[in-house]
């Protein structure tokens, strides 16, 4: 049962910040780390992936559940996956006999998590798409949802009342430019994601959503965190907003990084509460 649930963004197959956590959460079996997009887990389907499924299983004990980001392959492309009912989490998963520790969620649902309710939605677009085509690297063809997965995401999600989102990207209202990466022509690069979040993120309430994929750790907007490295509670956020006053700011931590969109009056998806 799982009885603590942390919040983590991308990891690309370096996982030393697990290492830093107290060896109580390490060997904790009711913890879950929830990697919201490129864990770097499912990338290449062979034994370079089956060795960082060997070091996670055998090194910790907690449970990791993984939003699908860009940089790796779908679940269900992946040799000897199955999709089978996690109570932990009420709802399906993805999961491997071999390392039953790891788990990856459906490209999107609803899932319920220590009292949580929690949409997810995975998928981005990879802005070194053609770089990495031109060295024969990695790429997953299918790393965007298809116009028929987003319709159907639509459908499920909409008029539903969640208490988290859980994405890889983010909104296109909330994209924070001062992170795009130098030399990137920005027209050339696929938008789809960040604009279907923006419209299904309308279509139904939420209180606080979560993403990574940027590369940083900061506040976004009020209710919205992005994550790279940092590792934080999934009680810690929720308690931090439930007593957010935007008009008195103290009631943040002085501490919290914020990008600096954070106080700009013109918030889309205001519809949220």
């Known amino acids: 049962m ?9 990891t690309h197959r370096e996982f030393s910040r697990f290492k830093n956590y107290d060896k109580e959460i ?3 079996s009711n913890t879950a780390v929830i990697i919201l997009g490129d864990a770097g887990i499912n990338v290449t389907n062979d034994e370079h992936d089956s060795q960082i499924k060997n070091f996670l299983t055998k090194r910790f004990n907690f449970r990791i559940y993984c939003v699908r980001g860009n940089h790796e392959l779908r679940p269900q492309d992946v040799s000897g996956m199955k999709l089978v009912y996690d109570e932990d989490v009420n709802g399906e998963v ?15 649902g609803i899932y319920t998590i220590n009292g949580y309710k929690i949409a997810v939605i995975g998928g981005a677009y990879s802005i070194d798409k053609y770089y990495r ?4 690297s990695f790429w997953n063809e299918s790393e965007l949802l298809t116009e028929e997965e987003m319709l159907q995401c639509t459908v499920d999600l909409t008029n539903q009342k969640v208490d988290f989102v859980f994405t890889h990207t983010c909104p296109i209202c909330w994209e924070p ?5 130098n030399g990137i022509d920005q027209s050339k690069v696929d938008k789809t994601m960040e604009l279907f979040l923006e419209e299904v993120g309308q279509c139904f309430e939420w209180k ?10 900061r506040l976004e907007r009020p209710y919205v965190e992005q994550f790279f490295k940092d590792t934080e509670d999934i009680k810690v956020l929720w308690d931090r907003w439930q007593k957010y006053n935007s008009k008195d700011n103290d009631s ?3 501490w919290l990084e914020k990008s600096q969109m ?5 918030i889309l998806l205001e519809d949220k509460v």
């Open 2 to 10: 799982i009885n603590r649930v942390l919040i983590t963004g991308d």
């Open 26 to 28: 390490q060997k904790d």
């Open 262 to 266: 954070f106080y700009d009056t013109d």
């Open 94 to 108: 993805y999961m491997q006999d071999k390392w039953p520790t790891l788990r990856y969620f459906k490209d999107w």
């Open 252 to 254: 943040l931590d002085w």
């Open 133 to 136: 085509l031109q060295r024969g």
């Open 177 to 181: 430019y001062d992170l795009f990466l």
């Open 208 to 217: 606080i959503w979560a993403f990574g994929h940027y590369h940083a750790d």
